[in-house]
Protein backbone atom coordinates (compact mmCIF):
# COMPACT_ATOMS: atom_id res chain seq x y z
CA UNK A 1 0.00 0.00 0.00
CA UNK A 2 1.35 3.22 -1.00
CA UNK A 3 1.24 6.17 1.81
CA UNK A 4 2.83 9.06 1.58
CA UNK A 5 3.48 11.64 4.82
CA UNK A 6 4.22 15.23 4.74
CA UNK A 7 5.59 17.63 7.86
CA UNK A 8 7.55 20.14 8.32
CA UNK A 9 4.92 22.72 8.07
CA UNK A 10 3.65 25.24 10.52
CA UNK A 11 3.54 28.91 11.17
CA UNK A 12 6.29 31.30 10.00
CA UNK A 13 6.31 35.40 9.61
CA UNK A 14 7.12 36.18 6.11
CA UNK A 15 10.22 36.26 4.70
CA UNK A 16 11.04 33.48 6.78
CA UNK A 17 12.04 30.04 5.98
CA UNK A 18 10.61 26.54 5.89
CA UNK A 19 11.20 22.80 4.82
CA UNK A 20 9.08 20.34 3.82
CA UNK A 21 9.27 16.60 3.94
CA UNK A 22 7.69 14.20 2.26
CA UNK A 23 8.41 10.38 3.48
CA UNK A 24 7.10 7.49 1.15
CA UNK A 25 6.58 3.47 1.61
CA UNK A 26 4.99 0.57 -0.37
CA UNK A 27 7.16 1.38 -3.65
CA UNK A 28 10.26 1.94 -4.64
CA UNK A 29 10.16 5.49 -4.96
CA UNK A 30 13.29 6.32 -7.29
CA UNK A 31 11.92 5.22 -9.53
CA UNK A 32 8.83 8.00 -9.91
CA UNK A 33 8.73 11.19 -10.30
CA UNK A 34 7.96 13.54 -7.13
CA UNK A 35 5.79 16.80 -7.25
CA UNK A 36 4.29 18.79 -4.75
CA UNK A 37 1.25 20.92 -4.93
CA UNK A 38 -0.40 23.46 -2.69
CA UNK A 39 -4.28 24.50 -1.56
CA UNK A 40 -4.96 27.62 -0.27
CA UNK A 41 -8.60 27.89 1.05
CA UNK A 42 -11.17 28.79 -1.45
CA UNK A 43 -9.00 28.03 -4.28
CA UNK A 44 -8.26 24.98 -6.70
CA UNK A 45 -5.23 23.00 -5.93
CA UNK A 46 -1.77 24.04 -7.93
CA UNK A 47 1.71 22.83 -8.70
CA UNK A 48 4.20 24.21 -6.87
CA UNK A 49 7.32 21.83 -8.06
CA UNK A 50 8.62 18.37 -9.26
CA UNK A 51 11.52 16.56 -9.78
CA UNK A 52 12.64 13.11 -11.71
CA UNK A 53 12.77 9.94 -10.51
CA UNK A 54 16.36 10.82 -10.46
CA UNK A 55 16.30 14.01 -9.30
CA UNK A 56 18.59 15.06 -12.02
CA UNK A 57 15.64 17.85 -13.22
CA UNK A 58 13.52 19.75 -12.10
CA UNK A 59 10.42 22.64 -12.73
CA UNK A 60 8.67 25.32 -10.55
CA UNK A 61 5.93 27.23 -10.60
CA UNK A 62 6.48 30.32 -12.17
CA UNK A 63 5.61 32.11 -7.93
CA UNK A 64 7.85 30.15 -6.47
CA UNK A 65 10.54 30.04 -8.74
CA UNK A 66 14.25 31.48 -7.03
CA UNK A 67 12.27 30.99 -3.23
CA UNK A 68 11.80 27.24 -3.31
CA UNK A 69 13.71 23.99 -4.23
CA UNK A 70 12.58 20.72 -4.12
CA UNK A 71 14.93 17.91 -3.88
CA UNK A 72 14.76 14.26 -3.24
CA UNK A 73 16.51 11.18 -1.20
CA UNK A 74 15.80 8.35 -2.94
CA UNK A 75 17.80 6.03 -0.67
CA UNK A 76 15.71 7.65 1.85
CA UNK A 77 12.57 7.64 0.70
CA UNK A 78 11.95 11.13 1.12
CA UNK A 79 11.47 14.66 -1.02
CA UNK A 80 12.00 17.69 0.56
CA UNK A 81 10.84 21.20 -0.50
CA UNK A 82 12.89 23.72 0.88
CA UNK A 83 10.79 26.93 1.05
CA UNK A 84 12.71 30.66 1.53
CA UNK A 85 11.42 34.15 1.73
CA UNK A 86 8.12 33.23 2.30
CA UNK A 87 5.15 35.33 1.25
CA UNK A 88 1.66 35.29 3.05
CA UNK A 89 0.35 34.42 -0.61
CA UNK A 90 2.33 31.12 -0.20
CA UNK A 91 0.02 30.39 2.55
CA UNK A 92 -1.85 26.84 2.01
CA UNK A 93 -1.83 23.05 2.71
CA UNK A 94 0.88 21.63 0.82
CA UNK A 95 0.62 17.57 -0.46
CA UNK A 96 3.10 15.92 -2.02
CA UNK A 97 2.40 13.60 -4.65
CA UNK A 98 3.90 10.79 -6.68
CA UNK A 99 3.97 11.26 -10.46
CA UNK A 100 5.51 9.48 -13.93
CA UNK A 101 7.41 6.31 -13.70
CA UNK A 102 10.58 6.42 -15.13
CA UNK A 103 10.05 9.61 -17.19
CA UNK A 104 12.01 12.14 -18.37
CA UNK A 105 9.46 14.74 -18.77
CA UNK A 106 8.91 16.64 -15.12
CA UNK A 107 4.84 16.37 -14.78
CA UNK A 108 3.10 19.13 -13.70
CA UNK A 109 -0.53 18.27 -14.12
CA UNK A 110 -2.55 16.96 -11.15
CA UNK A 111 -3.78 13.92 -13.47
CA UNK A 112 -0.13 12.84 -13.91
CA UNK A 113 -0.28 12.11 -9.90
CA UNK A 114 -1.59 8.73 -9.16
CA UNK A 115 -1.06 9.03 -4.78
CA UNK A 116 -0.36 11.77 -2.81
CA UNK A 117 -0.44 12.51 0.84
CA UNK A 118 -2.99 14.05 3.18
CA UNK A 119 -1.00 17.61 3.10
CA UNK A 120 0.90 19.70 6.03
CA UNK A 121 0.05 23.55 6.77
CA UNK A 122 1.92 26.54 5.93
CA UNK A 123 0.83 29.54 7.42
CA UNK A 124 2.61 32.84 6.46
CA UNK A 125 2.25 35.74 8.83
CA UNK A 126 2.84 39.62 7.11
Known amino acids: QVQLVESGGGLVQAGGSLRLSCAASGRTFSSYAMGWFRQAPGKEREFVAA????????RYADSVKGRFTISRDNAKNTVYLQMNSLKPEDTAVYYC???????????????????WGQGTQVTVSS
Open 51 to 58: IKWSGAST
Open 97 to 115: AVGPYYSDYVAHLMRQYDY
